[in-house]
Every structure is written in C-alpha cells, then in structure tokens.
C-alpha cells in the first residue's frame, strides 16, 4: 500500500514531496518558532505583480507549529498556476497541511481580493502531493547584469538556463509573466505600461491591453497566431478583477510561461504542454484576452521599482 505522502516544508533540492517522518516535518519549524521574534509569510499565488507578505509574531509561529502536524488528502491535483502553497521565511514552501493553510489565510485575508481567498480555499480541499514542478527553485547570482538584458527579435526557444543569460532562473524572484513573456529581464517585477507612465488600472482585458500597446506591444486578436517574421507573440490571460497573466510561443509553436516569481515552465494546470493557450488550463486566469505580437528591441522596457 502506499504511503501517506506528507505535509512538509520543501526545499529546492526535492523533486517532489515525500512520504517523511513527523519528527523531520517538524524539527526545523519548531527551532524557528523557539528562536525567531518574527517571520515574514507569503502566499505563492499570483503571477503579474508580487504576493502580499506579512510578518508573523513569535505567539503566530508557535501556532503556526500546533497546526502543521494536521494533514488531510483529498485527491490528486497538478497546478502551476494559482494558490501552491505558503512561503515562510527560512522554509520556503509550506503545502499540504490544510489547519496550517487556513490559519495562515485567514491572517491574510484583509490583504487579498474575495476571489483569490475563494480560489484558496478551493484549492485547500484539493491534494498537491504529486506535484513535481516546485515553485521554489534555488537562485545562483551570476555577473550578468539581469536588469538590462534583452532577448532577440526572434522565436525563442525555451531554454529558461540561457534564455536572456539565465536571468529567469538566476534572478528568478525579480522578474515575473510579463518579464518573460516580453524576453526582457529588468529586475523590477516588470508591470504593462509602468515603463511609459502609462500603467494599467485595472486586471482587465482593455485596461492590460492598453497598457502593453503603451510599452510597444501589437494587438492582433484571438486566432492562434503562426511563427512571426520578427519577434515572437504573447497570449494575455485575466484573472478577473485579481490579477493578469502572459503566456508566451516558443521555437516550434509551443507555448510557456513563468507565474510570478517562481519558475519557468511549458504546461498548464493539467500538465500538459501548450499547443493553444486558448484550449490551455491556467485557471483562475480564466478569461482569454487574445494575442500580441512582441519585438524585444523595440519594447520600452520597464526599469522602475514597485511603488
């Protein structure tokens, strides 16, 4: 028979979670909740601006503690997009523990819209112990200057260990969908039309829409587009009235992606590579808006810190 597969705290080395004894599950949160005053926590969920974060104070980590040693598995599940889990300073992901999960949303609940708290709890009735795709992968500092490169005006390939001098893995934190999607590595959590004082207003189609158009994106509607002259296309996802996110086509007509600050990958929610980002799972990103067209070197690139 096998094994209960565990809630853990994942480091970046472990390919997926494993079957582990509590007293391992444990150890090294209870040294931190008897050494630390304070840790900072963030809910891994969105994908083109940054997860609020708050800190918690010693009495929350030690209950914190209490609630990790409850576990509940429902059913399998594959997501790479959306809620995968809590970062927490010093153990970067914690997943699977579904009283730990909650305590902590419902610290974070006043900081999040009423459809990202929905999806989580969505999500908290639903098993991510098969996941093999880690959102928390190591980031090795080069001496590429990540905030000024620029990819080619040709189809990319997906290659994220060179794709602009491995800067979406190097500074993978630092540079999210949009960064990717455009091939242009800033550093800056790059946001549409904040290059060009022209910053989008609203997780709206229309109002991302403009907003790239500002930085030197084309429009070019909803019909899955064909390998472009120069450049490369994007395809625009809303979560509505939460959040946006960027897909982008690869050498050979395949489609990937980088959700936020985590890492890059070319499938959606149902591990299954993009063929066509309209058929593709990347829900709660729910609504297709449809494609534009991307010439790295004729982008305005946006090189301005988040307010």
């Known amino acids: 028979m096998r094994r209960k ?3 853990v705290f994942t480091r970046s080395s472990c390919v997926a979670l494993r079957p582990l004894p509590m007293f ?15 840790v900072e926590v963030s809910p891994i969920l969105f994908s083109g601006t940054h997860d609020p974060t708050l800190t918690l104070t010693a009495h929350q980590l030690r209950t914190l ?86 990819g080619p005006d040709t189809v990319p390939a997906y290659d994220p260990q060179h794709d602009d001098a ?9 540079n999210n969908c949009y960064n990717y999607a455009t091939d242009i590595s800033t550093d800056t959590f790059a946001q549409p039309g904040r290059g060009t004082g022209h910053k989008w207003k609203a997780n709206t189609c229309a109002a991302v829409r403009v907003a790239a158009e500002s930085d030197g994106l084309e429009w070019k509607g909803t019909s899955l587009p064909t390998a472009a002259p120069t ?66 070197s004729m982008v305005k690139p946006d090189r301005l810190k988040e307010e």
């Open 65 to 150: 503690t209490a609630k990790v040693g409850s576990y509940q598995r429902p059913g399998p599940r594959n997501r790479t997009v959306g809620y995968r889990g809590f970062r927490v300073e010093g153990f970067p992901v914690l997943r699977g523990c579904k009283d730990a999960e909650l305590f902590l949303l419902d610290l974070f609940r006043p900081q999040l819209p009423e459809e990202a708290v929905r999806h989580i709890e969505e999500e908290l009735s639903l098993d991510h112990s098969e996941e093999l795709d880690l959102p928390d992968a190591l980031e090795f500092r080069g001496k590429v200057n990540c905030s000024h490169e620029v």
């Open 5 to 7: 597969s565990a809630c």
């Open 166 to 174: 491995g800067c979406f893995v190097t500074h993978q934190s630092e």
């Open 231 to 296: 450049g490369h296309y994007v395809a625009l996802f809303i979560w509505p009235d939460t959040n946006f996110h960027w897909i982008r086509m690869d050498h050979a007509g395949n489609w990937s992606h980088k959700p936020g600050g985590t890492p890059v990958r070319n499938t959606d929610n149902k591990g299954r590579k993009i063929h066509d980002p309209s058929k593709s799972d990347f829900s709660p990103w729910s609504q297709f808006c449809g494609y534009m067209h991307v010439v790295p």
């Open 24 to 38: 391992w599950r444990l150890a090294g949160l209870v040294a931190l909740a008897t050494h630390v005053q304070a």
